[in-house]
C-alpha cells in the first residue's frame, strides 16, 4: 500500500489511541490507591505546560521546529469544538516531532488535534502520487492560501465523520507541516475547516 515516508501509519494512530486508554486506566488505579493524588512536577504532566522534556528532544530531533509553539491551547480547543489540554510530545511515539492536543474529558480518547513536521520530499512524492492513492480510495484536493502550497489528504469514504488519515498537508519554504483534527462528532469538512484555522496561525508563528 502507498504511504509517503514520514506518514503515521493507521497502525500508529491506532496505538495513539489505545496508549491513551491505558494511561487513562492507569490514572484511575493509581488514584484509586491514593498513590499519585493532587501531585505535581515540572516536567509537564496532563494538563501542564508545553515545555516538557519531550519537547526539546523533539525539537532537536528534527531540526528547528517544535510543533508544540505553532498553536495555542486556547486554538486547540476552538477546532476541536471542546476543551483541549496543553500540547504534548509523545516519546513514544513512531514520529517524534508530532505533538498532541488532546480532549480534557478522558473518556473522549479519539478526540484531538496533532500537529507533525516533515521533509519538503515527503509533501512533494505525497502529492505527486495523487492518482496511485485514488485508486485505494484516498483523494487530495488541492487548498489555496495557505502557505506556498497546501492540500487535503482524505479517505473517500462517509463524509460525515472524521477519518485518520484525514490530514491537511501545508509547505512555507523548507517546511512542511501535517494537521489533523479528530472529533468523532465531526465531518470531514469540520475536521477540514478547523485544520486550516489552525495552519494559518501556524504558519504565523514559523
Not at 90 to 105: I, R, V
Amino acid at each position: 500500500m502507498y504511504r509517503p515516508a514520514g506518514r503515521p501509519t493507521v497502525a500508529a494512530m491506532n496505538k495513539k489511541f489505545a496508549t491513551r486508554s491505558v494511561m487513562v486506566g492507569l490514572c484511575g488505579l493509581c488514584l484509586a490507591l491514593a498513590g499519585c493524588s493532587g501531585s505535581s512536577s515540572s516536567s509537564g504532566g496532563r494538563g501542564g505546560g508545553n515545555a516538557t522534556h519531550g519537547v526539546s528532544q523533539a525539537a532537536q530531533h528534527h531540526g528547528a521546529v517544535d510543533t508544540c509553539t505553532l498553536i495555542t491551547q486556547a486554538e486547540a480547543t476552538k477546532a476541536l469544538g471542546e476543551s483541549a489540554a496543553p500540547g504534548k510530545h509523545d516519546p513514544d511515539s513512531d514520529s517524534p516531532t508530532d505533538c498532541d492536543w488532546f480532549a480534557t474529558d478522558i473518556d473522549h480518547f479519539t478526540t484531538f488535534v496533532s500537529v507533525d513536521t516533515s521533509a519538503v520530499a515527503n509533501f512533494d512524492d505525497a502529492y505527486n502520487h495523487a492518482k496511485d492513492k485514488a485508486k485505494l480510495g484516498i483523494v487530495d484536493t488541492a487548498v489555496s492560501g495557505l502557505g506556498d502550497e497546501a492540500f487535503t489528504e482524505a479517505d473517500n469514504g462517509d463524509p460525515s465523520h472524521v477519518g485518520l488519515i484525514d490530514v491537511l498537508e501545508v509547505k512555507k519554504g523548507d517546511t512542511v507541516l501535517t494537521f489533523h483534527v479528530s472529533n468523532p462528532s465531526m465531518t470531514k469538512a469540520q475536521a477540514f475547516t478547523g485544520a486550516k484555522v489552525l495552519a494559518q496561525a501556524a504558519l504565523g508563528r514559523l
